[in-house]
């Protein structure tokens, strides 16, 4: 790297945990003038500071090439492998299984400009743009992932996200949500993956804001999305780019994690 750094390039110590995660260059055509690390930093530049791909600074590689790896890998699905290697690795440090017995599901309905595919109103929110359906462990970490329009039932969502999830679901005992989950969802939950949804509600009695057990966990990574601008709204054509986007973002929270010197036991 022949320039100064910014503060969205990888250490070198997650430079080492996610360089052998990452696609190896191909042994014919053209030999490659950008290593991976450089090609990755510029793209967390991208999402971290919500800039166009275009607007790249210079002293990074051409933004055509930049967006040309970011969707190649996108297509044959780098960006989710390696974000699920990681997430194994933060959860055996932690301690934890690899597989999650427990998860929290909930939505999120964001803006985005006029063009766009599967664009919709959320009436419940008055947000014109796309919603995000996200399934975290009890970290708070991703496990999946659906982008649809807003317009789309939690619980039509939901569906979609639980079957996304796939080989996941076979460790998983309990997963929280809240009352727009609730009805038949439930039994198609059960019946369809052996698993228990739970709907955590707010008491009836409760006035303002009240942080409700478990809930409180999914909310938590909405706010860590929230702080990579280019998520902020949804400015992406195909909802594919938007899911690409945020295992990125939570590929680079964990490799943050990683890098983290333990602290010391008591």
Known sequence: MDRKPYPTD?????????SPLLPEPCDTGRPRTWSSIEILNAILYVVRGGVAWRLLPHDFPPWATVYGCFRY????GVWQEVHDKILEKVRERDGRNAEPSAAVMDSQSVKMPDKGQERGYDAGKNVTGRKRHILVDTMG?????????????DRDGAKLLLNRAGGRLKSLQIIWADGNYAG???????DTFACALEIVKRPPAAKGFVLLPRRWVVERTFAWLGRYRRLSKDYEERTDTSEAMIHIAMTNLMLR????????SV
Request: hydrophobic share 60%; aromatic share 4%; glycine share 2%.
């Open 184 to 190: 038949a969802l439930v039994g198609w939950v059960r």
């Open 10 to 18: 990888l250490t070198p110590e997650q430079i080492k945990i996610v």
């Open 73 to 76: 890998w996108k297509m044959i």
């Open 257 to 264: 994690r990683l890098a983290r010197p333990r602290p010391a």
């Open 141 to 153: 970490l991703l496990l999946a992932v659906v982008v649809n329009a807003a317009s789309v039932q």
